[in-house]
């Protein structure tokens, strides 16, 4: 089975600039989750869909961060303008959307902004 | 909302020895904790979950006990090896937000 792709996996920009993640998450999957982790920190929910819905988006700075999935599988989250402050990894994850089920993690797009 | 703290942030032990980590959580409403192992550059894999219906839980060298009462619940690993060094992170979520709250991350190392 597939796991959870993302790509890419790194990525340096400068500040200001515009970075865009792209998460494919495990076939049949219906939640998809965007966890943010600073170094040496446990992930940080920033984002939770429901197929295409956003339930959960209380922890996503939405100046700056958008995100979708349009079609209920593929989900791009992006930053625009970036910071310094956003450099991080992202994780995109998924699970079957039932109440406690595991959540499987991607590799993780690490962004470094400068 | 939730909150989950962690201990320790690092962790020293011998090959062959025991290694405990403990988490405390907040919301006593949450029912679901899994327990990830991150190693450098990896994703966060999960090695052991446990609901709040299970006092504990144990899959060949690796365990958890959860007090509801407490709330507070822990990982042990037996017999280590050096390929259990790594990050490990506890988590908490209620059935109604699924949304996991995890721990800072204890650092082990398992010295051969």
């Known amino acids: 089975e597939a796991g959870v792709v993302q790509s890419p996996r790194y990525k340096i920009i400068e500040k200001k600039q515009p970075v865009a993640f792209w998460c494919n998450p495990i076939s049949g999957h219906n939640t998809l989750y965007w966890y943010l982790q600073n170094l040496g920190q446990g992930p940080e929910l920033l984002i939770r869909?429901?197929?295409?819905?956003?339930?959960?988006d209380s922890q996503l700075p939405k100046d700056r961060f958008s995100a979708e999935r349009l079609k209920g599988v593929d989900s791009t989250l992006k930053i625009q303008p970036a910071e310094l402050g956003d450099s991080a990894v992202y994780l995109c994850?998924?699970?079957?959307?039932?109440?406690?089920?595991?959540?499987?993690f991607g590799e993780g797009s690490w962004l470094t902004v400068v | 909302g939730e909150n989950v703290e962690q201990h320790p942030s690092t962790l020293s032990v011998q090959e062959g020895d025991s290694a405990v980590i403990k988490c405390t959580y907040s919301d006593s409403a949450s029912n679901y904790f899994p327990w990830y192992k991150q190693e450098l550059g990896k994703r966060p894999q999960l090695i052991i979950d446990?609901?709040?219906?299970?006092g504990e839980k144990k899959d060949q060298r690796i365990a958890v006990t959860l007090n509801k009462t407490a709330k507070h619940f822990s990982l042990h690993i037996t017999e280590t090896q050096p390929e259990d060094s790594a990050v490990y992170f506890c988590a908490a979520s209620t059935g109604s937000s699924y949304k996991l709250i995890f721990g800072s991350g204890t650092r082990l190392l398992v010295r051969p």
């Open positions: 994850a998924s699970s079957p959307g039932d109440s406690g089920n595991t959540i499987y």
């Open positions: 869909y429901e197929n295409e819905e956003a339930v959960d």
């Open positions: 446990i609901r709040s219906n299970v």
